[in-house]
C-alpha cells in the first residue's frame, strides 16, 4: 500500500511548479504574500501610471517617479509587514500603511520612509530612512550600502507602530503621543487601510513581501 503511494505523491510534487515550492518553502510561518513574483495581481495605482511599475523574476519593481502609489486591493487594520528593497543612489520611496484609495497615503494614512540617505543633504529627523514619515524621526541610520538589499519588518497593532531595518528596531511610536501632527497627519487616526509602496524617485526594487493579520 504504502509502495504504490510514492509514485503517486513524487509525481504531484514535481507538477507542482518550482517558483510555488521555492514560494511556499520562504514563507513565514502564519504570513501571506502580497506579490506573487511574476506579475501586479493584487494591486492598484493611486494618482499615478500602472506602467511606471513592473514584476520579474521575484522582483517588484518601479522606474522613475510618476508611478504614485502601487497599493493593496485588500485593506489591513493590525498585521505585521516584511519586505526587502534595493535603492539606488537618490532613490526614494515609501511604505504606506493603513491609507484609503484617495489623497496622499503619506499624510491620509502613514508611510515608512525609504530613501538613500546619503545622497541627500539637510534631511529633518523623521525624513531619514524607516522614520513615520514627518511624524516619528528614526533612532538609529542602519541602512546598508546604496545598491543593496535592505530587510524591513513594520507592526502595526492598534496605536503602536514599531519598525525593525536590517534587525534593528528603530521606530517604537504609540500615535497618541503625536496628537499635535494629527491636523497635518489625518492617517495617524486610521486604525484600517491598504498597503502601499511609492513611486518618488530612481529605480527601487522590492522583493520578498508579506503581511500577517495580527
Do not use: C
Request: no cysteine; aromatic share 8%.
Amino acid at each position: 500500500m504504502h509502495r504504490s503511494l510514492v509514485p503517486w505523491a513524487l509525481s504531484v510534487f514535481l507538477t507542482v511548479p518550482l517558483s510555488a515550492r521555492a514560494e511556499n518553502k520562504d514563507l513565514p510561518p502564519g504570513f501571506q504574500p502580497l506579490f506573487n513574483g511574476k506579475d501586479l495581481t493584487g494591486w492598484k495605482v493611486l494618482g499615478g501610471k500602472m506602467d511606471v511599475w513592473g514584476a520579474s523574476n521575484g522582483v517588484l519593481f518601479v522606474n522613475g517617479s510618476a508611478g504614485g502609489w502601487l497599493m493593496t486591493e485588500k485593506e489591513y487594520a493590525d498585521f505585521e509587514l516584511r519586505l526587502e528593497y534595493k535603492v539606488p543612489v537618490h532613490g526614494n520611496s515609501g511604505v504606506g500603511l493603513r491609507a484609503p484609495l484617495r489623497g496622499d497615503p503619506a499624510y491620509q494614512g502613514m508611510e515608512i520612509q525609504i530613501l538613500d540617505d546619503p545622497s541627500y543633504k539637510g534631511l529633518r529627523p523623521a525624513q531619514y530612512t524607516g522614520s513615520i514619515y514627518d511624524v516619528v524621526p528614526a533612532s538609529k541610520h542602519v541602512t546598508r550600502p546604496t545598491g543593496q538589499w535592505n530587510e524591513m519588518r513594520i507592526t502595526a497593532r492598534g496605536r503602536h507602530v514599531t519598525v525593525e531595518l536590517n534587525g534593528t528596531r528603530i521606530v517604537d511610536a504609540n500615535l497618541d503621543d503625536y496628537k499635535e501632527r494629527v491636523q497635518q497627519h489625518p492617517g495617524l487616526l486610521r486604525s484600517t487601510g491598504h498597503l502601499g509602496l511609492q513611486s518618488h524617485g530612481g529605480k527601487v526594487e522590492f522583493r520578498n513581501l508579506y503581511v500577517k493579520p495580527l
